[in-house]
C-alpha cells in the first residue's frame, strides 16, 4: 500500500507542474522515479559473544535479548557465536539433525578451550541456541554457545553469577566435581552429594568415557557397557590394573546426558567410583591398587 501511495504523490506533483507551466530546475531530468536512492538490503540481526544474560535462553528472540556485562548478575553467558551456513530448511535445526550436531561439536570445542576444561567435569552446562523461527526465516543463520554455572550435578539448575566463566576450570576450581557421598535406593543413586575429598565420602569423579556412536534406545538398553567404560575411567585416574580383577576392587556410578544432548552430539559419560563396604578420606587420584585392594 505505502508503495501506491508514494506513486501517486510523484504524479501529482508531476501534474500540478504541468498545469502551472514550472520549468523543471536546473540539474534535474524531469523524472523523479529515478531519483530515489535504493533500500538497502535489510540488516540481519546478529547476537555478541562475551556477553552475559539474565535468564538462559533455548530460542534467541529478539525481543528477550538484554545482554549485560559479566561483572553484574546474569544466569547465562554466551562464550562464542557461530553461522549455520550450509542450513536449509524454512525452520531452525531441529534436535538431531545435522546441522544441530554440527553447532554443538563448535559449541563444545569453544567452550572447553575458552573454559579451560571440559565442561562435563564440573558444574557447568551448555546450550546451543538458535533463532527464533520468524528470525531463521528472515535469513538468521546464527548459533550462540551459552555456558552456565548449575546448582548441583542432580539438581542442574542455573545459578545466579556476577563474574565470568571464562578460564574458570584453568587449575582448580570449586566447580570440577570432586567427591561425594550418594544416597541410594537398590541400584539406583537418589542424589549425589558433594563432600571435600578430605570429609568422609564413598564416590568420586574420575573423568568422561565416550560411548560409541548408537542410537539412544541402544545406549539405555546396554548400561554394562556404560559401566565397563567408567571402569577403565577409574583404572586411568587411579593408577591401577585395568583387568578382570577392577571389578571387585571398585564400584561405578555413572551420568549419561540427556536424549536431546545425545541426539545432538554429546555422548560423553560423567564417571564416578563407588565403594560401598567403607568410606575414604581422601582422594584416590593416583593412589594405586593399595587405595583399591581387590575386596
Excluded at 68 to 76: F, I, K, L, Y
Aim: hydrophobic share 35%; charged share 20%; with cysteine.
Amino acid at each position: 500500500m505505502r508503495r501506491r501511495w508514494l506513486t501517486g504523490v510523484a504524479l501529482g506533483v508531476v501534474v500540478a507542474l504541468a498545469a502551472t507551466g514550472c520549468t523543471r530546475p536546473a540539474g534535474t531530468d524531469g523524472d523523479l522515479v529515478d531519483d530515489w536512492a535504493s533500500m538497502a538490503a535489510p540488516a540481519v540481526f546478529t547476537p555478541d559473544s562475551g556477553v552475559c544474560h539474565g535468564q538462559p535462553q533455548e530460542v534467541g528472540y529478539l525481543s528477550a535479548y538484554a545482554p549485560v556485562d559479566c561483572a553484574q548478575p546474569h544466569r547465562a553467558e554466551t562464550l562464542h557465536v557461530g553461522a549455520l551456513t550450509d542450513a536449509t530448511g524454512a525452520r531452525p535445526p531441529a534436535v538431531g539433525s545435522k546441522a544441530m550436531r554440527t553447532a554443538f561439536g563448535e559449541c563444545d570445542r569453544q567452550a572447553r578451550t575458552t573454559l579451560g576444561g571440559d565442561w562435563r567435569g564440573a558444574r557447568i552446562g551448555l546450550t546451543v541456541v538458535l533463532p527464533s523461527p520468524q528470525a531463521w526465516t528472515g535469513g538468521a543463520r546464527w548459533f550462540r554457545c551459552d555456558v552456565h554455572e548449575l546448582r548441583t550435578l542432580d539438581t542442574p539448575v542455573p545459578v545466579r553469577r556476577t563474574a565470568s566463566l571464562a578460564g574458570e576450570l584453568d587449575g582448580s576450581s570449586p566447580l570440577r566435581h570432586g567427591c561425594f557421598n550418594a544416597r541410594t535406593e537398590g541400584d539406583e543413586v537418589i542424589e549425589m552429594i558433594a563432600v571435600r575429598c578430605t570429609a568422609r565420602h564413598r564416590a568420586e569423579f574420575v573423568g568422561l568415557w565416550r560411548a560409541p556412536k548408537s542410537s539412544w534406545s541402544e545406549f539405555l538398553a546396554k548400561p554394562a557397557r556404560a559401566h565397563s567404560g567408567c571402569r577403565s575411567a577409574v583404572a586411568r585416574y587411579a593408577k591401577v590394573p585395568d583387568d578382570g580383577n577392577l571389578q571387585y576392587r571398585v564400584g561405578t556410578i555413572f551420568y549419561h546426558p540427556s536424549e536431546g544432548e545425545w541426539r545432538s552430539g554429546n555422548r560423553s559419560v560423567q564417571c564416578f567410583l563407588w565403594i560401598s563396604d567403607r568410606t575414604l578420606t581422601r582422594s584416590v587420584k593416583g593412589a594405586g591398587t593399595r587405595a583399591l585392594p581387590i575386596g
